[in-house]
């Protein structure tokens, strides 16, 4: 056995069952939802909300790494049940009160259930990475079935989007020792991001008053 | 008052309350629907099993004529109760029984009420126009909010779907009197498309014999 | 050595050199010309002209499996020298002196070379299978130089379409002494199907008439 | 006369001479080309390049606006001579060094011919307006005939795009009294972005360097 081995057995689980279809299906239902609120609050308040507004299905590749830095068992049965983020929506918005009220009206709604929550806007994690991530349930009919399908929503700015590229290409750095100092640029650096943020709202806000 | 003041209201109408957000995020659902049922009939047969699965939501122009030809009032409220081809889905089979194990699989969905259902391919409209038509309803949640939404679902083979083509050039015709010949060509060239559908089915299920 | 290796080993060549991306460029710009002159004909006509444009790439494991039935070397390399339709685009009219229409007013087009242009509506195959196929190349554009590309474009009505798919079917049974039978008939079926198409003109001309 | 007659016969211009069928085409080859150029860096650095491309053709209601802001006549063959932007790709980065790199690569290919170039980041506009601006010129085949197509590039930073937003904003207010202190901060404020990129640009190279 070893790595390519098991990289490939999540992969020919990953083809049967439909599970790329019905996941593609529950992937659409979420951003389909992120849309109309966007395209609400567009109205609302009668200037652009999202940046971008995407989705991923968890690669093979990327399900085996996060299983084994978590010490699990490395098949597609272990990443399906203790895995939140095999499939991702992520929304970019373009202020910060944007992406909490968005994350509001999402949580209204009646067939999504919230699984869990996480504010690393108000708590950046250590490294400084800053997002709003909502782990949420849709049911999915099929067949004569009803699937409950788990999706992880990130949402964020903008700026804070452009930092986490920069916290991404440090994860495939293994030289460590070298890196301490790196990331403590990524973290002031993330602190002037947070900034940034503020700014970008407080021009906003002053726009909107004239 | 007058035509364009009647489309133009509707026009203004289907622009408010999300109603083009909200059709597509149902036209959606309803063509990943069929689209899985492609796939899980693809996988079981081994052979191609739609040739296109389209989806139109009617345009101001079209239900302004349909309620004039029904003779109902020519407003969009009314259109809304009354017409049930708002949203279409038309999905185009190969095969002609496929076009029935399609909309029987459809028909097995939880979420999936069926309103009406009339078999055209059985007993064509007088024209010869054949097609399988499903009136459908499934719910839809936005905001705190569920709504129900109606969907017609066309399913047909290609060659129906050839057929429609000249009927519909037809339709546009106005001096009925010229057309009544032409009518009873079309009408045996239906019963000829009938024809190639069968052979088709039996060349087909002879190839799979071997 | 082996099956599997040379597929493997054209699919590792087709990765490299942007050979994918490139491609999809040069069909983007074949059907995007093939829309424009959709569009135009539409125009002109009043009416539906195609039912469906679509491109491919030709896959490893089809290219391999041709290289062999033509007894070629089977690499990359020679797929690239000696097969006209590793990219494709198939375009379905409705009417068949459509088809012709559109082929001229490709061939009209100045950056359009036409490599050769095989008739099997005029001349079926041996099978009954019938379509208009042009091979052309056309210049792309990319860093500070011109590549040519092939693309093999194949124009026929969604009748004949209908039977292709059959003929498809057929092709990958391997028991051919029992296949005798069934191919007479398909090639029968192919004289009906081009009846059929026959007979759309006349009633479409007849209407168009009124 | 009046605007809404002066918009409304800008809108006629458009939709005739397949004016939007041939503008998308040329919009879909110039997407291409940076697609092409983005996958060549990605593949050179092993990074991501850029963040989103996208493209516009622009409104009759924004063509007019312009048209008036400029004192031109306002038809829209004269929108055709005099303005550069009507047809328009933004090309968003994440790397300011990207910025440049990519703008040379596509000013290397032989069918691009570049009209006028602009550098609004190294010499930001008063209000802080920051984007590289190319104005090119591609040829488009049609029919026996070859057009060329003039096409505006905006290539910028994330965070240059995220300032614009403001700036956007700001434009949609009249009271130009009140906005002095806002045009102030605004202008401060693209100082900032600046920094941040450079900043950017600093950690990516040390993180680049382990």
Avoid at 84 to 91: A, E, K, M, S
Avoid at 98 to 117: C, F, G, N, R, T
Avoid at 134 to 157: A, G, M, S
Wanted: glycine share 2%.
């Amino acid at each position: 056995m070893g790595e390519l081995g098991n990289v490939s057995s999540i992969r020919t689980a990953m083809e049967k069952n439909q599970y790329l279809l019905k996941s593609q299906y529950a992937l659409n239902i979420v951003e389909a939802k992120c849309k109309i609120i966007d395209e609400e609050m567009r109205m609302k308040y009668g200037r652009e909300i999202t940046r971008s507004i995407t989705q991923r299905i968890k690669t093979p590749e990327s399900i085996y790494a996060k299983l084994v830095r978590k010490n699990l068992q490395t098949d597609f049965k272990t990443a399906c049940d203790k895995l939140n983020d095999l499939l991702g929506v992520r929304v970019v918005c373009l202020f910060v009160d944007d992406v909490y009220e968005l994350a509001k009206l999402l949580k209204q709604q009646k067939d999504v259930k919230i699984i869990k929550e996480k504010d690393y806007i108000a708590a950046p994690k250590k490294n400084g990475y800053m997002s709003l991530h909502l782990i949420i349930e849709i049911p999915i009919y099929f067949d004569e079935n009803c699937e409950k399908k788990r999706v992880e929503i990130q949402i964020r700015t903008a700026t804070m989007d452009c930092w986490s590229v920069l916290d991404y290409q440090l994860c495939y750095k293994k030289n460590m020792a070298d890196t301490a100092g790196i990331m403590e640029k990524l973290k002031r650096h993330s602190d002037t991001i947070a900034a940034i943020d503020r700014e970008m709202l407080t021009i906003r806000n002053e726009i909107e008053k004239i």
